[in-house]
Nanobody, 124 residues
Framework: QVHLVESGGGLVQAGGSLRLSCGAS????????MAWFRQAPEKEREFVAS????????DYADSVKGRFTISRDNAKNTLYLQMNNLKPEDTAIYYC?????????????????WGQGTQVTVSA
C-alpha cells in the first residue's frame, strides 16, 4: 500500500509560479513510475506530467510543455511539479499518482494509488 499526500497548491496570479510536492509512504517509491494529473470543475481528469521510476524519462501534456517540470527525489520519497508562467486555464485540483510499475504512463487507469489532491487557482 502507498499513501500519497500532495501540498503546495494555492492562489496565484497569471504568470506566477507554484511548486507542488507529493510525499509517498513506504519503501517502494523508487521502483514506481509517478505522474501528476489535474481535474477542473465539470471536466474529466487529465494527464499533466509523468516520470519513470528513476526520473530519467519524463513526459508532458502539450498544454504544459515548456512551463511545467516534473522531478523526483527518491531519497526523500517525494515527487515535485514546478509550474511556471501559470495561466487561468491551469486552475484545477492537482493529483499525484503512483503505478505498480517502473514504466511511466499517461492514462489514469494505469495508476494504482492516488493522493487527495491540492487546489491550484490562477487568477487573470
Amino acid at each position: 500500500q502507498v499513501h500519497l499526500v500532495e501540498s503546495g497548491g494555492g492562489l496565484v496570479q497569471a504568470g506566477g509560479s507554484l511548486r507542488l510536492s507529493c510525499g509517498a509512504s513506504g519503501r517502494t517509491f523508487s521502483s514506481r513510475a509517478m505522474a501528476w494529473f489535474r481535474q477542473a470543475p465539470e471536466k474529466e481528469r487529465e494527464f499533466v506530467a509523468s516520470a519513470s521510476s528513476s526520473g530519467a524519462s519524463t513526459d508532458y501534456a502539450d498544454s504544459v510543455k515548456g512551463r511545467f517540470t516534473i522531478s523526483r527525489d527518491n531519497a526523500k520519497n517525494t515527487l515535485y511539479l514546478q509550474m511556471n508562467n501559470l495561466k487561468p486555464e491551469d486552475t484545477a485540483i492537482y493529483y499525484c499518482a503512483a503505478r505498480n510499475s517502473d514504466i511511466r504512463s499517461t492514462t489514469p487507469r494505469a495508476f494504482d494509488y492516488w493522493g487527495q489532491g491540492t487546489q491550484v487557482t490562477v487568477s487573470a
